[in-house]
């Protein structure tokens, strides 16, 4: 036997594996939203390579698949697609936790659209990323029946057809194709369940004011259409203003929104309840000045003022650190 015989043997017998774990990658990349480029980054290999055996090539520049499919299977285990969001760092119980909390479990009986809405530092996004991520370890154990809740960060400027990939992605379906296929792929993946999306900073998509509307109307069909997805918009006031603004080009939205709510933001005795957590002891002299240096002038609430809890907590754990606790 040539060394070019033996070469075509090993190849031969390596093609199996290959056909085993090439499906096993395309669907993670269709649902992780990766690229080949940037799976190959994550396994040490070059791009070429990856592109290589993903086109039956590979051949040409090894022997065999073997340490390739290896390596592809252990990133995919070790990364697996749906793995419950890890809780970081600590909430503390205020209003504006407890009324996220029950619009989350409000909005996953009913296939609504809800908003919720608030100033910078009003805990939004992290509420929402903690709770969601509790609801998803909670209901983990219900396979095939329990309730799923998803969290996107719109970023400035998301097109409707990157805003519906965005959600797919979150929600661990496939992204790849166009915003039909996306829809139907999310249809099937979550049929039976309940699914919420909640949608964070709205008030930033579209790159124009008409196309944040048709970002609205992108992903109105998870609500009209099984398996009948609910919506949680959250974002600023500005958030707010828009949709009032627009409402009448949101006619079908405004049949669908059950509620808007306003955060009512940190209290004093929630202020006063945490800077305690923070630093036991602490006089009430410097409480008070802790919490003043935190209260902002909220612009778009008739000039009202509030509490930023995100503000509060930075420079009560930077003067721990600063105390050498």
């Known amino acids: 036997m040539t060394q070019r015989d033996d070469h075509e043997k090993t190849i031969r017998q390596s093609a199996g594996e290959r056909a085993r774990v090439l499906p096993i990658l395309q669907d993670y990349l269709a649902r992780t939203g990766l690229t080949v480029s940037d799976f190959a980054h994550r396994i040490n290999y070059a791009p070429q390579t990856l592109g290589l055996f993903a086109n039956d090539k590979y051949h040409h520049v090894a022997g065999t698949h073997r ?5 592809i299977e252990r990133y995919i285990v070790e990364n697996p697609l749906r793995a419950p969001q890890q809780l970081m760092g600590e909430l503390y119980e205020t209003e504006n936790v407890r009324i996220i909390r029950s619009t989350i479990d409000k909005l996953l009986k009913h296939p609504v659209g809800y908003l919720i809405y608030g100033p910078p530092g009003s805990q939004k996004s992290f509420t929402l990323e903690h709770e969601i991520a509790r609801l998803n370890s909670q209901e983990l154990g219900k396979n095939g029946h329990g309730r799923r809740a998803y969290y996107v960060y719109a970023m400035k400027g998301m097109r409707p057809t990157q805003l519906i990939k965005e959600i797919a992605i979150a929600c661990g379906s496939s992204s790849v194709g166009d915003a039909p296929r996306v829809h139907r792929n999310l249809a099937w993946d979550f049929r039976g369940r309940r699914v919420l999306v909640a949608i964070d900073e709205a008030q930033n998509l579209g790159a124009n004011d008409k196309d944040w509307v048709a970002c609205l109307e992108m992903v109105r069909v998870l609500l009209d259409r099984a398996p009948y997805f609910s919506l949680l918009l959250a974002g600023m006031h500005t958030l707010l203003s828009k949709f009032n603004r627009y409402s009448a080009t949101l006619g079908q939205w405004n049949d669908r929104i059950a509620g808007k709510k306003m955060l009512p933001g940190l ?11 923070e630093m036991p002891g602490l006089s009430e002299k410097r409480m008070t000045a802790f919490i003043k ?19 509060l907590t930075a420079s009560l754990r930077e003067a721990r650190m600063l105390r050498g606790q």
């Open 67 to 71: 340490l390739l499919c290896e390596a």
């Open 267 to 277: 209290s004093e005795e929630e202020a006063q309840a945490i800077a305690q957590r």
């Open 293 to 311: 240096g935190a209260t902002r002038e909220d612009a778009y609430n008739d000039d009202t003022r509030y509490i930023n809890i995100r503000s």
